[in-house]
C-alpha cells in the first residue's frame, strides 16, 4: 500500500481526519476557482459541504482510493487524491489548494510526492491520468510541469455551474517519469 503519511520539502501529507472539516471549509468557502471549475462543488459552500467532502475522503478504502491532507505548519491547506484502476495498473489524480497559498509550487510539489510514492508502491502501475476542466489554465499547467501530456479533449463533456465544458485528459508514464 502507498504509505499513508509522505513528505514533500515544504509540506506534510497525512490522512484526513473527521476534525478536518473546519480547515477545508476555511479554505474553501470563498474560493472562487474551486467552485467555478468543479461540479459537485455548490456556488455557497457551507461547513456541511465541508464536512462532507472530508467525511467522504475518510471513508475511501486506502488500498484503491487513499487521499492525503496536504499539511503546513499544523494547518491543512489542501488535498491530493488518487483513485487506482484496472489492478493498480493506472490511477486517477486529483488535487486542489487553499486559494491564498497559490503560484508558490506547492501543488506541484504535493503532486510530485504522491506519484514518486506510487510509482514505488505499486510496481504493475503505468500510467497516473488526470482530468481536468479545460479552462483550468493552473491545473494544466501543474500537470504540464511534472510532465504530464495532453491526450486528449472530450468536448461538452461535464455539465459544471450550468455548461456543458470541455475536459481536458493528460496522463504521465512510468517510463517517462523519474523520481
Ligand atoms: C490548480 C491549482 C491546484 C494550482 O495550484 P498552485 O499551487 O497554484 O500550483 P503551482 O504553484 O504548483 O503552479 C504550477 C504552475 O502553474 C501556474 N499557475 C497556477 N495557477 C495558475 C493560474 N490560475 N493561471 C495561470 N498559471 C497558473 C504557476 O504559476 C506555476 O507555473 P510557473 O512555475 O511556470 O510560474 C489551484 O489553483 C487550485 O487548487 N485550484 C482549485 C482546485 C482545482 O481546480 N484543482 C484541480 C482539479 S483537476
Keep these: ?11 506534510k501529507l497525512r ?8 480547515s477545508v471549509f476555511d ?24 464536512e462532507k467532502f472530508v467525511a467522504d475522503l475518510v471513508l475511501r478504502d486506502r488500498e484503491s482510493q487513499p487521499n492525503w491532507a496536504l499539511v503546513i505548519d499544523g494547518r491543512v491547506i ?3 487524491s488518487l483513485t487506482f484502476e484496472q489492478d493498480h495498473r493506472i490511477a486517477v489524480i486529483g488535487y486542489g ?13 504535493a503532486v ?20 481536468t476542466d ?21 468536448r461538452s463533456n461535464q455539465f459544471v455551474k450550468g455548461e456543458l465544458t470541455d475536459e481536458a485528459i493528460y496522463g ?3 517510463k517517462e517519469w523519474s523520481d
Excluded: C
Design 97 to 109: 489548494i487553499h486559494g491564498a497559498l497559490r503560484g508558490q509550487g506547492l501543488s506541484g510539489e
Design 15 to 22: 490522512p484526513f481526519t473527521p476534525a478536518d472539516g473546519k
Design 134 to 154: 479545460s479552462r483550468n489554465t493552473g491545473s494544466i499547467r501543474v500537470l504540464e510541469k511534472l510532465g504530464f501530456k495532453r491526450e486528449g479533449i472530450l
Design 1 to 11: 500500500m502507498i504509505p499513508e503519511q509522505l513528505s514533500a520539502e515544504r509540506l
Design 27 to 50: 479554505y474553501w468557502n470563498s474560493d472562487a476557482d474551486w467552485a467555478r471549475f468543479n461540479k459537485s462543488v455548490p456556488d455557497e459552500y457551507s461547513e456541511v459541504d465541508a
Design 78 to 80: 489542501g488535498v491530493v
Design 112 to 131: 510530485k510526492t504522491v506519484i514518486d510514492g506510487a510509482f514505488r508502491s505499486y510496481s504493475m502501475l503505468q500510467k497516473i491520468r488526470a482530468h
Design 172 to 174: 504521465v508514464l512510468r
